[in-house]
């Protein structure tokens, strides 16, 4: 990967959530309405809404992580609890980038019925603090059993996914290495650090996403990583995706130095996302259906192997 030879990380801290902060009671910011005619194809958003809260937990006794929760939501912002409880999905941003231009990604999930937690780190780098994925879940599984708009939101006691972005993917393996809370790793244009031994997750599923266009994130090094992992293990690799696609109002500073931005961006995501859904499905829901089309493969612009 680009910018220091991923990655002189900074060493994992042992730390607790000790209690969550102000949990927050008011529906939530609304980012999409729900469609019911939307059918929720892989890919393509599903039919709830999609809304977000924000709250800071108490993390090592005396800091707060200021946390972004975008949740599967009814037209007025509150929880849309038909499908209660969620599967929780934790996400870390790249270097330099704001959780804010991955809210599309958020509420994409959650519109197919996903909670997702994206924690704060400072100055936007997620190797300052490894441990912020670890901390924002267990932050989440405090604050759902109170009364308030994240109440049962998600089952305090099933696993979740650990998703990076960058660095941000890097941190998330590492995060995956350590805690057994995190049942699978979503890295997105990353890999692994070395001497993280993945090995030690050996049956845990593990999803690598490149893409074609990416000149920040050698392709040969994210293939190498994919050999290193055990089974169930994906690679995905998908045509006309540079590095910050996955990034919304990406500044001139990062975009002259990425590939070619993608020609249809909303196509190239949908490409994308339609291999991330079924992966999550397969692995948070244990959905044979998805399980069945990821080894039909087959898929538009995406090359996957197993």
Partial sequence: MRRRSLLTLVPLALTVTT???RVPTRPGEMLVAPDPMRAGVAGTDGPRGAARVSFAAQVRVTEALPVDVVFPARGDGTLDVGGAPYPA??????EG??????FWLAQHLATRGYVVVLPDHPFNLPTLDTDRA?????????AVPDDGTLHDAVDTSAPAVVMGHGLGGTVAVRQWVAFPEFR??????????VGDDVTARAGSPAMLMAGAAD?????????QA??????PRLYAQVEALNHYAWTDDVPNSQLVSDGPRPRDLAATRRAALTVVDLWLDETLRADADATAALSRGGFTDVTVLR
Avoid: H, K, N, W
């Avoid at 699978?184 to 650090?193: K, Y």
């Fill in 184 to 193: 699978g790793v979503s890295v997105l244009a990353s890999f692994p650090a």
């Fill in 134 to 142: 670890i901390e924002a879940l267990r932050a989440l599984r405090e």
């Fill in 226 to 231: 994919f050999l290193t992992l055990r089974a």
């Fill in 89 to 94: 999905v934790v996400f870390l941003q790249d």
């Fill in 19 to 21: 209690a969550c902060g």
């Fill in 97 to 102: 980038v704001t959780r804010a231009r991955y």
């Fill in 215 to 223: 000149v920040l994130t050698p392709l040969t090094r994210m293939q």
